[in-house]
């Protein structure tokens, strides 16, 4: 029988007493077989990244296809420019400026509908990110895997964007947008949790940066779509942006591996052990001796409940604490990042532009996160970007539209805050919980995120007429929410933990030593 205490990596070239000792967690003997960040592993995590490319896409293209395009006036005797259509006698007196097929609103004539009627697309579209995660987020712990679960929500998202082109009417179109949120919930958790594990310590937090990354590129994308397709149907924007999801799929299906920590967890170790020799370095020879390794997951790796995860997570006090506290955060974070790009309808500047500037203002974010990540303590960076985005926001809505190029400047302020708080949010919270329940409560952090999403369209819809309804609160509750992170432990150049106990352990260990 093989001896129990037999390293996992050994050197062909080397005896075997000059072997280095067993590595005593998951995590170092995975930093082992690994070795440097290499090709194999860059090419792994630029693939998975991309994902957040089409996510980006369809969490903001209701700002172009659901837009209230420009008027003109066709009879000067009845109508000016500062008409309100919607009282002028009848559409003989007045047009829009370009065909009513580019956008929904002018399409199915929803011009003078209420605000709950023109918000109803995108506000589906994030409740459906609130069902979806949590019908699903559970799924990449337990049973599918971070893989499975990555092909499976980039697909629903593609095929719902493919039959959104095709949408009748308002409430067709509502609901198809509440399943292709549904799809898309998981789909950025499932990409950074996959990216990131894929990797060793040293490299975490720049693989994570990757996703923020093409997040921004999907974004930057948008105008550069709906400027092409200025003038055409809003339609073929959803075209555009489900092919290439599409054929996403296929590469994930055939050329991604699964995470072989997941692997290890949930007792499939001959599988892991061939990813790790393709991710490894060449001179190493990794072996089948993981008997010493993980002996807590093992016992619960048979087949596990679907929400398994979720009720670890939740058992311990440490653990609702820390998911209680970043959730609200994330709240916080969430009301203003996704409600921002939605809001430049609001401001005295011209949209095109207003969207690139916030999608060009992800890439200092990215930038930050990617460089400072290992140097910068968690909590002080979010308290600080929360309030600077908070009081930003706030003089937004001081200040009227008066000054419409000092409104567009704070603006950008604030939305880049909230986009460095956002990823730093993200990878704080994978550093926060162990592997067993980490996609988990990633999925609920980025529930919350969603959360603050939902009530975005409403309180732009009522900014229209006094921006405090919009900005004001914005900027107040990113403010306070980001308080909450006062009690959370500091993460910066800790090691991830693989089980619950293993974090306890070590949090037992941290307070004895400040003690």
């Not at 440490?318 to 921002?340: D, N, P």
């Not at 919980?433 to 819809?461: D, E, H, I, K, Y």
Request: charged content about 15%; proline content about 4%.
């Amino acid at each position: 029988m093989a001896d129990s205490t037999q390293p996992l990596l050994t050197d062909s070239n080397s005896s075997e007493s000059k072997l280095p000792p067993p590595p005593r967690t998951l995590d170092e003997t995975i930093e082992q077989c690994i070795g440097n960040f290499g090709w194999a592993q860059f090419l792994q995590a630029a693939l998975v990244s991309f994902a957040w490319v089409f996510d980006a896409q369809q969490t903001f293209i209701t700002v172009f296809t659901d837009s209230q395009p420009t008027w003109h006036c066709l009879d000067s005797d009845q109508c000016n420019s500062s008409s309100n259509f919607c009282t002028l006698p009848n559409n003989q007196t007045w047009s829009w400026d370009l065909n009513p097929h580019v956008s929904i609103i002018s399409e199915w004539g929803l011009q003078c509908s209420s605000s709950l009627v023109k918000g109803l697309p995108a506000s589906s579209f994030f409740l459906g990110c609130l069902i979806g995660g949590l019908a699903l987020s559970t799924l990449a712990d337990s049973s599918l895997g971070r893989k499975n679960m990555l092909l499976l929500s980039c697909l629903i998202m593609s095929l719902s964007s493919m039959l959104t082109a095709f949408s009748t009417s308002i409430c067709v179109y509502a609901f198809l947008r509440f399943l292709n949120g549904f799809g898309r919930a998981t789909v950025g958790t499932c990409a950074l949790v996959l990216s990131t594990e894929l990797v060793g310590k040293k490299w975490r937090g720049k693989v994570g940066a990757m996703g923020f990354l093409c997040f921004t590129l999907g974004f930057l994308s948008l105008p550069l779509l709906g400027y092409i397709n200025n003038g055409n149907s809003w339609r073929y924007l959803y075209v555009w942006t489900s092919v290439p999801t599409l054929i996403y799929c296929c590469l994930v299906r055939f050329f991604v591996w699964e995470s072989p920590r997941w692997l290890i967890v949930k007792g499939r170790r001959e599988e892991a052990v061939s990813i790790l020799r393709s991710i490894g370095s060449n001179n190493a020879i990794i072996t089948m001796s993981f008997s010493s390794l993980c002996l807590d997951a093992q016992e619960s790796s048979s087949n596990p409940d679907v929400y398994d995860a979720l009720r670890i997570l939740v058992k311990k006090p440490w653990s609702v604490k820390r998911l209680l506290a970043i959730m609200a955060v994330g709240f916080g974070i969430g009301m203003v990042y996704y409600g921002m790009p939605l809001a430049l309808t609001n401001l005295n500047f011209n949209l095109y532009l207003g969207v690139v500037f916030n999608a060009l203002s992800e890439l200092p974010a990215f930038l930050i996160t990617f460089f400072f990540m290992n140097t910068i303590k968690r909590r002080d960076a979010l308290i600080g970007f929360t309030a600077l985005s908070g009081i930003s926001s706030v003089l937004i809505a001081s200040l009227g539209q008066q000054l419409g190029w000092l409104q567009i400047v704070l603006e950008l302020v604030s939305f880049f805050s909230a986009c460095t708080a956002f990823n730093m949010t993200l990878i704080y919270t994978i550093e926060m919980f162990p592997t067993c329940v980490r996609n988990s409560a990633l999925a609920m952090v980025r529930q919350a995120l969603v959360f603050g999403g939902v009530f975005s369209p409403v309180m732009v819809a009522a900014g229209r007429e006094n921006q405090f309804w919009s900005y004001g609160l914005f900027g107040l509750v990113i403010g306070l929410f980001g308080l909450f992170v006062v009690g959370l432990p500091e993460t910066r150049g800790s090691v991830l933990c693989d089980t619950m106990d293993e974090e306890e352990s070590k949090n037992l260990t941290k307070e004895y030593i400040i003690g």
